[in-house]
């Protein structure tokens, strides 16, 4: 069975830092791109970063400047940096991943349970 597992997430005012982390664990072979993504009530998710094995990045545009996406292979594990935060930056932010489970198989998606960011004074 394959997890990932958000945290980092909390209450952070207006201008303030917060960085998150998402481990990913079980039985994997490799796995693809990573992202970010967050979701507010009634609102679809939307995509806040991506990372490519390499290192390659993507940002929404909301975000550029202010989050930063890294990894650690090694590890499983990927980061979001998030400083300047904004109250519309506020709210569940989960984790995805592409997961080769074996050597017979190819990837699939899976994410995390999410964890929630407020940013509010």
């Known amino acids: 069975q394959v997890q990932l597992v958000e945290s980092g997430g909390g209450l952070v005012q207006p201008g303030g830092s917060l960085r998150l982390a998402c481990v990913a664990s079980?039985?994997?072979?490799?796995?693809?791109?990573m992202g970010w993504y967050r979701q507010n009530p009634g609102k679809q998710r939307e995509l806040v970063a991506t990372?490519?094995?390499?290192?390659?990045?993507n940002y929404a545009d909301s975000v550029k400047g202010r989050f930063t996406i890294s990894r650690d292979n090694a590890k499983n594990t990927v980061y979001l940096q998030m400083d300047s935060l904004k109250p519309e930056d506020t709210g569940v932010y989960y984790c995805?991943?592409?997961?080769?489970?074996?050597?017979?198989?190819?990837?699939?998606?899976?994410w995390g349970q999410g964890t929630l960011v407020t940013v509010s004074s």
């Open positions: 079980g039985r994997i072979i490799s796995i693809s791109a």
């Open positions: 995805n991943g592409g997961i080769r489970r074996s050597l017979l198989s190819g990837y699939s998606e899976r």
């Open positions: 990372i490519t094995t390499g290192g390659s990045t």
